[in-house]
């Protein structure tokens, strides 16, 4: 049991306009007053770093290592970033102008909040997905109205307390609930929403955001495949995905979703994975406080049905089951169809892993290809030109090479998706420029009114003239331009001297 309480209804509409009444108080356009809040979130980390393992354990069993490297680190680093880069970030740029129209005038693009944001976090990892989008925002200048997930109860009750002590609560809310607060807190009008989830709610957010023309990012999941070329040590392949695929239970929307290998490789791959996975977890992962649980009997029942209607001779290591403990080993699918009605469709998201084998690599890219576009595609190769060929004939929203998960934690890189695996991205500079509204601006001078003769009407063919030098340029060639030129003083004479004379 936990103490999470939700929010009460009647208060969900006043909150906003609540926020949105600060906003335009214009108390977050302040840098020092964002810089306060970004390192408020990062005391709130290191304050209370055993609280927040506790609850994560409570939820998934994460350990603390797990916890530290796809939860808290990241959340650190993303703060110290913004921190150091804000006045960077938020300061007007300069544009170089490209008619001859504005040469004199000044223009630029104003980097300012969008106003009031709705982020809705995810369970798997519920801090991480929570707050590194929280702190684009309030980077960016925003308010903000978090919304942690409920299936994630105890780390939502605490991040529940700890963000409106920590932040500032004229500009944060945090709203608690499950599908009727959310439901509500999506018919109010916000100026950007992010979520984070699975594709089927992803479309009732854009259904709900489309009625406001709000903006979203939407960070969801797939299929993400791993292809592994021929002349790749397998070894070294075995232990990289069983760290990333079983990373979390598989309740990572990049997890390794299914393999791709040619198949004179599967034997002794399968191999190496069981024995990547008795090095990492021991004979049996069940005992291991390295090996993580899945989240509800909800997520359990849907991967024991997977398992229940797959072939028990394709189960090459584990299948074993424990509901009463949230337990599933760590499975290994040998054969498997890539067009599996019962495994191929959807996204697994927990610790079953399908083996494909493939012809070549030309085969498993246009396996790649027969499905929707994945939030990361993985390629494992010693050879430039394979990895080269892959990405060239393949879409994904991110590539990882010979390596799994990481290019998540790798802050520098923008994370989104595309189509069915997510729209808009952020991390880092990204993160800023998503809840950034970019206000195009230029300022021209009051002055040289007459000039301004040769785009009022009545039109003629002087006007358009100048028009077209002014707008167009000059042409390339000398002789052209030396006679465009002379045009040019000649139509100036008429349009601004010679009629003002009259």
Same mark, same amino acid.
């Given at each position: ?155 939502? +009750?605490?991040?529940?307390?700890? &963000?409106?002590?920590? *932040? =500032?609560?004229?500009?944060? /809310?945090? $709203?608690?609930? @499950?599908? #009727? ?115 509800? +009997?909800?997520?359990?029942?849907? &991967?024991?049905?997977? *398992? =229940?209607?797959?072939?028990? /001779?394709? $189960?090459?290591? @584990?299948? #074993? ?131 301004? /003769? ?49």
């Amino acid at each position: 049991m936990t103490g999470l309480q939700y929010t009460l209804m009647e208060s969900i509409e006043p909150c906003v306009k609540k926020l949105r009444k600060q906003f335009n108080t214009h108390i977050t356009k302040d840098l020092k007053f964002r810089k306060q809040q970004l390192e408020n979130i990062l005391r709130l980390i290191n304050e209370n770093k055993k609280d927040i393992d506790e609850a994560i354990w409570k939820d998934l069993r994460k350990s603390e290592m797990e916890c530290y490297m796809g939860e808290t680190s990241l959340v650190i680093e993303e703060c110290k970033y913004m921190i150091k880069n804000l006045q960077k970030f938020a300061k007007p740029t300069h544009t170089k102008k490209r008619f001859l129209l504005n040469a004199a005038d000044k223009t630029y693009i104003r980097k300012e909040a969008k106003g009031v944001v709705l982020i809705i976090g995810p369970w798997n990892y519920p801090v991480n997905l929570l707050l590194l989008p929280i702190i684009g925002a309030i980077a960016a200048g925003n308010c903000v109205i978090a919304k942690p997930s409920e299936v994630a109860a105890h780390t939502a +009750e605490l991040f529940g307390r700890l &963000l409106t002590k920590y *932040l =500032d609560q004229r500009t944060f /809310a945090v $709203i608690n609930g @499950g599908v #009727k607060e959310t439901t509500l807190l999506l018919e109010q009008k916000f100026d950007h929403i992010f979520y984070t989830g699975n594709g089927q709610v992803g479309k009732i957010i854009m259904a709900a955001a489309a009625k406001h023309l709000t903006p979203i990012s939407l960070e969801l999941g797939g299929k993400s495949p791993v292809i592994i070329s021929p002349e790749s040590n397998l070894e070294v392949v075995a232990n990289r995905i069983a760290w990333g695929k079983f990373f979390n239970n598989g309740q990572t929307c990049v997890a390794p979703d299914y393999i791709l290998i040619t198949k004179h490789q599967v034997e002794p791959f399968v191999e190496l994975l069981h024995k990547a996975i008795v090095k990492f977890y021991g004979e049996d992962p069940q005992k291991s406080e390295s090996y993580g649980r899945i989240i509800n +009997e909800r997520q359990f029942d849907r &991967l024991k049905a997977i *398992l =229940d209607k797959i072939n028990p /001779a394709s $189960i090459a290591v @584990g299948g #074993k089951t424990d509901k009463d403990d949230l337990y599933i080993s760590p499975t290994i699918i040998s054969p498997c169809l890539p067009d599996d009605s019962h495994i191929m469709q959807e996204e697994i998201f927990g610790p079953i892993l399908p083996i494909i084998a493939v012809e070549d690599i030309e085969e498993a890219i246009s396996i790649v290809n027969s499905k929707e576009h994945s939030l990361a595609l993985y390629i494992f190769t010693d050879k430039n030109s394979t990895y080269e060929h892959i990405l060239e004939n393949t879409c994904s929203g991110g590539a990882l090479v010979n390596d799994v998960l990481l290019h998540f934690q790798e802050l520098s890189l923008p994370f989104g998706g595309i189509g069915p695996s997510g729209l808009g991205g952020y991390h880092g500079e990204a993160s800023f420029k998503t809840f950034t509204h970019e206000r195009s601006t230029m300022v021209k001078s009051s002055g040289l009114e007459s000039i301004n /003769a040769v785009r009022y009407p009545p039109y003629n063919n002087d006007k358009l003239f100048l028009s077209q030098t002014f707008l167009g340029g000059l042409p390339a060639s000398l002789v052209s331009k030396l006679s465009s030129i002379f045009k040019l003083f000649a139509a100036l004479y008429k349009v601004l001297i010679k009629k003002k004379s009259n």
